[in-house]
């Protein structure tokens, strides 16, 4: 099985919550695209939900990736 490198957020703290975990590469189902990443950054909203200002946002919950 293939795998990728994945930025994950469980918990709402400061950028010690921030892990990077080994995940599945998703295979693509009809209608859907696979976009291998390079680099990524965080806007000011997401530092927000990271830090838990979040209140409608359930950590833990599988993104879509």
């Given at each position: ?59 833990s ?5």
């Amino acid at each position: 099985m293939r795998t990728m490198k994945a930025a994950v957020v469980h918990e709402p703290g400061g950028p010690d919550v921030i892990l990077i975990e080994q995940r599945p590469i998703p295979v693509p189902q009809n209608g859907e695209v696979l976009i291998a990443i390079k680099a990524f950054g965080l806007n000011r909203s997401e530092l927000f939900t990271r830090q838990g200002h979040s209140p409608n946002v359930k950590f833990s919950a599988r993104a879509r990736y």
